[in-house]
Each structure stands twice: as C-alpha cells, then as structure tokens.
T-cell receptor, first 114, second 112 residues
Framework: EAGVTQFPSHSVIEKGQTVTLRCDPISGHDNLYWYRRVMGKEIKFLLHFVKESKQDESGMPNNRFLAERTGGTYSTLKVQPAELEDSGVYFC????????????FGPGTRLTVL | AQKVTQAQTEISVVEKEDVTLDCVYETRDTTYYLFWYKQPPSGELVFLIRRNSFDEQNEISGRYSWNFQKSTSSFNFTITASQVVDSAVYFCALTPRGGLIFGTGTRLQVFP
C-alpha cells in the first residue's frame, strides 16, 4: 500500500510568487491534515479535511493560504503571494477513521521563499 | 490552552545506555489522545504510539516503553539499551479532536 505522497519535495520561489503544494493521502483515508514547521519552531497544525469538507481550519495563518480537497481525494495548499516567513517544511498526513487515529505523514515539502 | 512541552532540546548518549525523553502536556479537555512520533534524518514522521486519556496503563514495545501519568500531565518515553539507529528527533503530540499539537521535539544522538 502506498503511503502519503507530497509534491514537490522542494520548492524555491521568490517573495510575491505563488506556490501550490500537493498531497495524496493513503487510499481510503477520509481524514487529511496539513502541518508546517518553520525554522526552529514546532510543527504546527494548519487544517483538517474530512473528505472534501474543512473540519478545522483554525491553524491557517492568514488568507494568503488556500487549501482545497476536491472530490475528497488529493489536496492542494496554495500560498499566494508567498512571504519570507512562509519558508519551512509543509507536512501532510492522513488517517483512516477519525481524528483520533494514528496519522500517517508524508515526507514533507521544503519551501524556501527568497 | 493546549500545549505540549519537551524541555530537553538535545540528548546525547552512548550506545546501550538507557534514555528517557520527557513530555508534559496541558489541556482542559477530559478526553484527549497523546502520541509519540520519530523523525529520523530522512525527514519523515514515523508513528510510535497513541494513548487515550482514560488509559494510564504503561506500555512496552521491545526496547521502547511509555509512562503516562495524568496526575503530573506527563507522557514520558524511555528507550532501553539505546542503539545508533535510535538517533532521531522525537516529538510528543496531543490532540483533543484531530489536529495534533506538537512539542518542539527532542533530538537524540546515540554514539557508538
């Protein structure tokens, strides 16, 4: 069974540009999460999808971040326009049944904003 | 407020030593889950254990053991007879309802 995959693995962009990160959860997992770790800080929760619905988006930092999960399968996280402080590693995770289950993490996307 | 504190930023041990990683949490929820994840140098987060707030039984899995004490809001992780392959960053996390609240992690270095 394939694990959680994320694309790209690395992205380097300039301030003001747009970047879209993609996450493919484990097949059959209704719950999908986005997290990020900025340099030197803890991993922070961004949002939680249940199928295509946003269950909890309390961690989204501002309206420059837009997450979608059309059809309840893969998800995208768009940052527009990117700022320097958006640099970090963005992790995606999925779980099968409920938010209390083990979350399987992807390898992360390292975003560098210059 | 929900919070997880891992006071040990970095620990270095020599192979075969036992090591305990501390985790203290804060929550007002009566139902919650605690987790430990391992992040090896390759970068992915690997699930180690989940414990719910109603189950204070300690758990042992091979060289790994976990001690959950609600009275002190702690969920500590012990590695017995550490090995070089245990070198990684270890994260403790808490969730009342889904999104994980992580501690800052403890970097463990095991030297041969």
């Amino acid at each position: 069974e394939a694990g959680v995959t994320q694309f790209p693995s690395h992205s380097v962009i300039e301030k003001g540009q747009t970047v879209t990160l993609r996450c493919d959860p484990i097949s059959g997992h209704d719950n999908l999460y986005w997290y990020r770790r900025v340099m030197g800080k803890e991993i922070k929760f961004l949002l939680h999808f249940v199928k295509e619905s946003k269950q909890d988006e309390s961690g989204m930092p501002n309206n420059r971040f837009l997450a979608e999960r059309t059809g309840g399968t893969y998800s995208t996280l768009k940052v527009q326009p990117a700022e320097l402080e958006d640099s970090g590693v963005y992790f995606c995770a999925s779980s099968q049944v409920s938010g209390y289950n083990e979350q399987f993490f992807g390898p992360g996307t390292r975003l560098t904003v210059l | 407020a929900q919070k997880v504190t891992q006071a040990q930023t970095e620990i270095s041990v020599v192979e075969k030593e036992d090591v305990t990683l501390d985790c203290v949490y804060e929550t007002r929820d009566t139902t919650y889950y605690l987790f430990w994840y391992k992040q090896p140098p390759s970068g992915e987060l690997v699930f180690l254990i989940r414990r719910n707030s109603f189950d204070e039984q300690n758990e042992i899995s091979g060289r790994y053991s976990w001690n959950f004490q609600k009275s002190t809001s702690s969920f500590n992780f012990t590695i017995t007879a550490s090995q070089v392959v245990d070198s990684a960053v270890y994260f403790c996390a808490l969730t009342p309802r889904g999104g994980l609240i992580f501690g800052t992690g403890t970097r463990l270095q095991v030297f041969p």
